[in-house]
């Protein structure tokens, strides 16, 4: 069998298991988070922290909630990371420099888990295990959560209440991300991940349960990573290292793992709103532009003209062996796609255009599926943008799931799509400005500017992510970096609950026989077409600067 109709057989295997499972896994993840009692354990996480799980909040009180909750966790990070010399499992590791300390703290609250060091000279055990790890399950809950507070904003009529964020944090950590986690870290311990704690991994250890029902964090920490929460690695290699991601079958696994929960999430949107249509079409929005992303990265790495690819069959520097280069490609794509960051391959040494391709996967806004819970409110902020334009097509007020999309909700829509874009050039403006900056660039020229915008494309959208070339382990791109992740993240959640909490308020309106049914193949086509329309608008400068000079000189 050769590399291509293995490559082809390898991506199909995905599309079949993934779809075989959007409906039980996602009704498995309604349930979680709809139920109404509570768990005993989730019953003494209520108390411990004074909640009333019964009790709901209006958008203001959730925003502040998550803010609250996520600035505390950011500074207890940070002074984690000062101190790791005075801990205990320190392994003798000086404290955490603040630019880098900074950096980390954010990066794994945000849910980006973009990393400026190499974890296994830098951060000690207990640090990672009860540190970075318990992020790895937190952002990622924090962010289904405002993915169900803004489905919860269309389901709903006349009410301010979009739920309550304390119950859904606890019930996402618990009801889906550690039963995955733990099964996920079985299956990578039979596949031949190692099993114990002086190897370590990615973040290090599932967070104490999953350890002692492992038996060790190494596999516990490596499914973590997949579950699209984490894009760091213990090891500079990440995912291509043999520890982490020993065969093409974990290798599969693992790009399971980083797809599994944000393909399912449209399941629980149209349960929410009543209609299972709605949701299938959102999860074909995301699967049409995930698998042209696959297709097209495969292509311009398996058929690049050049000696050396035609020679080897494909562009396979900076490729591990053991997967070849369309195991690579998938894995590059899929990990692009979503808010995971983690790799199997040097994306630096990628071809130019397939480069470009992995720009592309994030500044789409990572809605292909995405991150855990962002790709589902990112995909329904492009929906809105889409009936927006459609209603203006027509000359009609645009309706999405009957709620009106006026001029409230569509400056929140308007203002999330232009938080991450604005980041992303700004930040490179700037860097590019710097002569201290431009310093970092491994490569001068078009590759060069691509590695700058790589790295900031990467921070602004919470991917994490690197392009493998740029030196960013400094003051600038610590701090800079830094900053983008953490605007990247929090601007466009609270624009989110404020475009939930006007959806909430509306009567909905009854359909009538010029209402857009957002559920057929021409919405979905029209979706699509949007989003590829805008990230070309925004973007094709800086990437006609870049990437694709350096493809077509």
């Not at 974890?119 to 540190?131: K, N, S």
Request: hydrophobic share 50%; glycine share 12%; with cysteine.
């Amino acid at each position: 069998m050769g590399p291509a109709t293995a490559g082809v057989l390898f991506i199909l295997s995905l599309v079949a298991v993934l779809a075989l499972l959007y409906r039980p896994f996602g009704d498995h993840m309604y349930r979680a988070i709809n139920g109404k009692g509570h768990l005993r354990a989730e019953k003494v996480l209520y108390r411990a922290v004074g909640v009333n799980p019964d009790g709901e909040q209006s958008w203001g009180v959730y925003a502040r909630s998550v803010l609250a909750f996520s600035a505390v966790s950011i500074l207890f990070l940070y002074l984690f990371q000062r101190v790791q010399n005075h801990l205990w499992l320190s392994l003798g590791f000086d404290p955490v420099k603040p630019d880098q300390a900074w950096n980390t703290a954010v990066s794994f609250v945000t849910n980006t888990n973009w990393q400026s060091y190499s974890g296994e000279t830098t951060m000690g055990h207990l640090v990672q295990m009860a540190g970075l790890a318990v992020q790895n399950f937190l952002s990622a809950a924090v962010g289904v959560s405002v993915a169900i507070a803004l489905v919860r904003g269309f389901s709903r009529a006349k009410t301010d209440q979009l739920g309550n964020f304390w119950v859904d944090l606890v019930r996402v950590s618990i009801r889906i991300l550690l039963p995955v986690a733990v099964l996920g870290g079985l299956v990578l311990i039979a596949g031949g991940v190692v099993q114990n704690l002086s190897a370590g991994t990615d973040v290090t250890t599932l967070a104490g349960a999953s350890q002692r029902i492992t038996g060790g964090p190494v596999a516990s920490q490596e499914v973590i990573k997949e579950l699209g929460t984490n894009g760091g690695g213990f090891y500079n290699a990440n995912s291509a290292h043999p520890f982490e991601n020993p065969t093409g079958w974990t290798n599969w696994f693992e790009i399971f793992l980083i797809l599994l929960i944000p393909f399912c999430l449209p399941r629980v949107f149209g349960r929410m709103v009543g209609d299972k249509r709605q949701g299938l079409a959102i999860a074909g929005i995301m699967a049409i532009l995930a698998v042209g992303s696959v297709i097209a990265l495969n292509v311009l790495q398996m058929r690049h003209p050049g000696t050396a690819p035609s020679a080897a069959g494909g562009a396979t520097e900076g490729v591990e062996t053991r997967f070849g280069v369309p195991q690579s490609a998938t894995f590059a794509a899929a990990t692009t796609l979503t808010s995971t960051g983690a790799v199997n391959s040097f994306h630096d040494s990628y071809t130019a255009l397939g480069g470009m391709v992995t720009m592309l996967n994030m500044m789409l806004g990572e809605v292909a599926p995405g991150g855990t819970g962002s790709g589902l409110y990112g995909m329904l902020i492009l929906a809105i943008i889409t009936v927006f334009v459609a209603g203006l097509m027509v000359g009609r007020t645009p309706e999405y799931l009957g709620k009106k999309i006026g001029a409230r909700e569509i400056k929140f829509a308007s203002l999330y799509l232009l938080t991450t874009p604005a980041l992303v050039l700004v930040g490179n403006g700037i860097a590019m400005g710097s002569a201290k900056a431009r310093e970092s660039m491994a490569n001068p020229g078009a590759h060069g500017l691509s590695e700058v915008l790589y790295a900031f494309t990467s921070a602004s959208n919470n991917n994490g992510s690197a392009f493998a070339g740029l030196s960013a382990n400094t003051t600038f791109y610590n701090t800079a970096l830094g900053f983008c992740m953490l605007l990247g993240r929090f601007l466009p959640i609270i624009f989110v609950l404020g475009l939930a909490g006007s959806l909430a308020r509306q009567q909905p309106v009854p359909a009538s026989t010029g209402t857009l049914k957002t559920y057929q193949p021409l919405f979905i086509g029209m979706v699509v077409a949007v989003t590829v329309v805008v990230v070309l608008l925004t973007y094709l400068p800086a990437v006609a600067l870049g990437p694709l000079a350096e493809g077509i000189r």
